[in-house]
């Protein structure tokens, strides 16, 4: 007769996570190649992970034992470095940005930040990890969850200790590594697949344990032609060709959608010489994506604000650079949750990358407001009304208070774009040609998507007859825009 542990070990049978393995168990054609990797730690996890230096060392390992044997790869701690940054850890984009600020990469493969796990169970892969698409960095969150521990004691009653303890660890080991392979896989190029069954879906499974071949085509592609293919234009091109003839050759249900499209939309940018060989500028909205904000737009308006922020979360995710989306993201996140500390985190990193936007500077006051820090509240009401000032008294023909707003927000935030293409436009329409170029000339180093920056920076020129400073102004437009500068 069975004993009530023995239903409960078997049942503790099915919980166990599939074993990661590749695809192929042929020995890869390519030469055995190391990917150096640097590890940047948190203060949050490093008081969660308290062996965290061998700890990352061994999920590499473990994500090299999945990959050495059908791509050649090895990953290696090229070092490891505690990460003092400001902010918590609930906004991995927030983190993703800090750490491309810190460390470029351009001296190793992978850069990789790790930060808290999360207090609540969750499965989607936004939440456990986030990375750069094409690019070199990652952010990683800590795998223990206090939630599933605690429901495995309640529900294997009978259960000795230690296996219970194994099967919490080896679910604990197999999401580390396989949430690492999918944000590798990422910063290849690599996007999600609709069939749970694969690990580049958007949400983890246990019984998740390898690519799809497609994927694995998409992998073994990219890695051929990296790294140089992320250091010279001519190498990034014949990635960006191959890649795009994988796509377009390739008729598969699950890479169909938004995601391909994107990926598709970075080929072409690199072919006509426009993909940065760094981190990506804002990428054009692809018109599914429009799409899709114009349905977000359509649930807020009808009061489901939870639902259009959930919904809205992968194009936060897929146009990190792009003012109109994370502008969008901070208003649902006030709107949806305003208590939590990750709203606060997500307006601060928006508001830091575009500082004359006044939504988000009174999104970030009525946050002030709710939780009682009144003087910050002000601080920020009165840049609004700065940058709202001279938006109207322009429109009104009243130039000189609004010269004086823009100065004044200036002194304030010294790299306010707006502000410099408005005392640009104001000084071109007086005849200041020099103060015009200077301004116009700071918005396009400090923006060089502002495509009418650069033709009002150009009339100047042409202008004052500064046809060297035009030729140089035109070219770098033919670079930026991959068409010319009239």
Same mark, same amino acid.
């Given at each position: 007769?069975?004993? $009530?542990?023995?239903?409960?070990?078997?049942?503790?049978?099915?919980?166990?996570?599939?074993?990661?393995?590749?695809?192929?168990?042929?020995?890869?054609?390519?030469?055995?190649?190391?990917?150096?990797?640097?590890?940047?730690?948190?203060?949050?996890?490093?008081?969660?992970?308290?062996?965290?230096? $061998?700890?990352?060392?061994?999920?590499?390992?473990?994500?090299?034992?999945?990959? =050495?044997?059908?791509?050649?790869?090895?990953?290696?701690?090229?070092?490891?470095?505690?990460?003092?940054?400001?902010?918590?850890?609930?906004?991995?984009?927030?983190? !993703?940005?800090?750490?491309?600020?810190?460390?470029?990469?351009?001296?190793?493969?992978?850069?990789?930040?790790?930060?808290?796990?999360?207090?609540? *169970?969750?499965?989607?892969?936004?939440?456990?990890?986030?990375?750069?698409? *094409?690019?070199?960095?990652?952010?990683?969150?800590?795998?223990?969850?206090?939630?599933?521990?605690?429901?495995?004691?309640?529900?294997?009653?009978?259960?000795?200790?230690?296996?219970? =303890? +194994?099967?919490?660890?080896?679910?604990?080991?197999?999401?580390?590594?396989?949430?690492?392979?999918?944000?590798?896989?990422?910063?290849?190029?690599?996007?999600?697949?609709?069939?749970?069954?694969?690990?580049?879906?958007?949400?983890? =499974?246990?019984?998740?344990?390898?690519?799809?071949?497609?994927?694995?085509?998409?992998?073994?592609?990219?890695?051929?032609?990296?790294?140089?293919?992320?250091?010279?234009?001519?190498?990034?091109?014949?990635?960006a060709r191959e890649l795009k003839a994988l796509l377009t050759a390739t008729v598969w249900p699950d890479w169909?959608?938004?995601?391909?499209?994107?990926?598709?939309?970075? +080929?072409?940018?690199?072919?006509?010489?426009?993909?940065?060989?760094?981190?990506? $500028?804002?990428?054009?909205?692809?018109?599914?994506?429009?799409?899709?904000?114009?349905?977000?737009?359509?649930?807020?308006?009808?009061?489901?604000?939870?639902?259009?922020?959930?919904?809205?979360?992968?194009?936060?995710?897929?146009?990190?650079?792009?003012?109109?989306?994370?502008?969008?993201?901070?208003?649902?996140?006030?709107?949806?949750? %305003?208590?939590?500390?990750?709203?606060?985190?997500?307006?601060?990193?928006?508001?830091?990358?575009?500082?004359?936007?006044?939504?988000?500077?009174?999104?970030?006051?009525?946050?002030?407001?709710?939780?009682?820090?009144?003087? =910050?509240?002000?601080?920020?009401?009165?840049?609004?009304?700065?940058?709202?000032?001279?938006?109207?008294?322009?429109?009104?023909?009243?130039?000189?208070?609004?010269?004086?707003?823009?100065?004044?927000?200036?002194?304030?935030?010294?790299?306010?774009?707006?502000?410099?293409?408005?005392?640009?436009?104001?000084?071109?329409?007086?005849?200041?040609?020099?103060?015009?170029?200077?301004?116009?000339?700071?918005?396009?180093?400090?923006? %060089?998507?502002?495509?009418?920056?650069?033709?009002?920076?150009?009339?100047?020129?042409?202008?004052?007859?500064?046809?060297?400073?035009?030729?140089? !102004?035109?070219?770098?437009?033919?670079?930026? *825009?991959?068409?010319?500068?009239?």
């Amino acid at each position: 007769m069975k004993r $009530p542990v023995d239903y409960e070990r078997e049942y503790a049978r099915t919980l166990v996570p599939k074993r990661l393995e590749n695809a192929s168990q042929a020995p890869s054609s390519s030469p055995r190649r190391t990917l150096r990797v640097r590890v940047y730690a948190d203060a949050d996890y490093r008081s969660q992970v308290l062996r965290w230096e $061998p700890g990352i060392e061994a999920q590499l390992r473990r994500a090299t034992d999945v990959v =050495e044997g059908q791509f050649g790869v090895v990953f290696e701690v090229d070092s490891t470095r505690k990460w003092d940054r400001a902010g918590g850890s609930q906004d991995l984009e927030t983190a !993703l940005n800090q750490l491309e600020a810190l460390d470029a990469g351009e001296d190793v493969d992978l850069v990789i930040g790790l930060v808290s796990a999360l207090p609540i *169970f969750t499965t989607s892969h936004h939440q456990l990890g986030v990375a750069r698409p *094409f690019g070199r960095h990652c952010i990683l969150r800590g795998m223990d969850n206090p939630e599933e521990h605690k429901a495995l004691l309640s529900v294997f009653t009978h259960l000795p200790d230690q296996e219970r =303890e +194994t099967l919490y660890r080896e679910r604990k080991l197999h999401k580390e590594t396989s949430v690492l392979l999918h944000e590798w896989a990422h910063t290849l190029g690599v996007f999600h697949v609709q069939d749970s069954h694969w690990m580049m879906h958007p949400s983890y =499974e246990p019984a998740q344990a390898a690519f799809a071949p497609q994927t694995q085509q998409h992998l073994a592609l990219s890695l051929r032609h990296l790294p140089q293919g992320r250091r010279d234009r001519e190498a990034q091109q014949a990635w960006a060709r191959e890649l795009k003839a994988l796509l377009t050759a390739t008729v598969w249900p699950d890479w169909e959608g938004a995601d391909k499209e994107s990926a598709l939309a970075w +080929t072409e940018r690199a072919l006509s010489g426009q993909a940065p060989l760094g981190p990506e $500028p804002a990428s054009p909205i692809l018109p599914a994506d429009r799409r899709r904000i114009d349905e977000v737009i359509a649930l807020d308006k009808q009061g489901r604000v939870e639902v259009a922020a959930q919904q809205f979360e992968p194009l936060v995710q897929r146009y990190p650079r792009d003012e109109q989306v994370q502008v969008m993201a901070c208003y649902l996140a006030v709107r949806a949750a %305003p208590k939590l500390p990750a709203t606060r985190e997500r307006c601060e990193s928006t508001l830091s990358r575009f500082p004359e936007q006044v939504p988000i500077l009174m999104n970030l006051a009525m946050l002030h407001l709710q939780s009682g820090s009144h003087a =910050e509240a002000q601080a920020l009401l009165v840049k609004a009304r700065r940058q709202l000032e001279a938006q109207l008294n322009l429109r009104g023909g009243q130039l000189g208070p609004a010269r004086t707003a823009c100065r004044k927000a200036l002194a304030a935030h010294p790299e306010a774009v707006q502000a410099h293409f408005l005392l640009g436009w104001m000084a071109a329409n007086t005849r200041a040609g020099q103060e015009a170029r200077t301004h116009l000339e700071q918005v396009v180093a400090l923006e %060089p998507a502002h495509q009418d920056a650069w033709k009002l920076l150009a009339e100047q020129y042409r202008t004052a007859g500064k046809s060297s400073e035009l030729k140089d !102004l035109q070219q770098r437009y033919r670079t930026q *825009f991959a068409r010319e500068l009239r």
